[in-house]
């Protein structure tokens, strides 16, 4: 059974930073393509990075504040997000994906259950 857990969200002000992780477990994570995809209040769920075994992958609004990193000795992908502002606010998920069809294409049971992140002073 894959199972996607984030962590590391949590409440922090602007100018802050935080690092998600997310464990998983019951597929082959070493060669798995995974991203991370946010959805914020009333809005529809947004891609943000994708890491797999030779690259990574950004959409353009995230570059230079996020980094997607994993370890594949943990099974653990990573999230740094760095320079926070309130309009990040939004639950975090990791899934089983690449690029920005994670959002369209990777069914929701390859989807973690989410971490909440909420910027604001």
């Known amino acids: 059974e894959v199972q996607l857990v984030e962590s590391g969200g949590g409440m922090v002000q602007p100018g802050g930073s935080l690092r998600l992780s997310c464990a998983a477990s019951?597929?082959?994570?070493?060669?798995?393509?995974m991203s991370w995809v946010r959805q914020a209040p009333g809005k529809g769920p947004e891609w943000i990075a994708s890491?797999?075994?030779?690259?990574?992958a950004y959409a353009d609004s995230f570059k230079g504040r996020f980094t997607i990193s994993r370890d594949n000795t943990k099974n653990t992908l990573y999230l740094q997000m760095n320079s926070l502002k309130p309009e990040v606010t939004a639950l975090y998920y990791c899934?089983?994906?690449?690029?920005?069809?994670?959002?369209?294409?990777?069914?929701?049971?390859?989807w973690g259950q989410g971490t909440q992140v909420t910027v604001s002073s």
């Open positions: 019951g597929f082959d994570f070493r060669y798995s393509s």
């Open positions: 899934a089983r994906g690449w690029g920005i069809t994670t959002v369209t294409s990777t069914p929701r049971h390859y």
């Open positions: 890491s797999n075994v030779a690259s990574v």
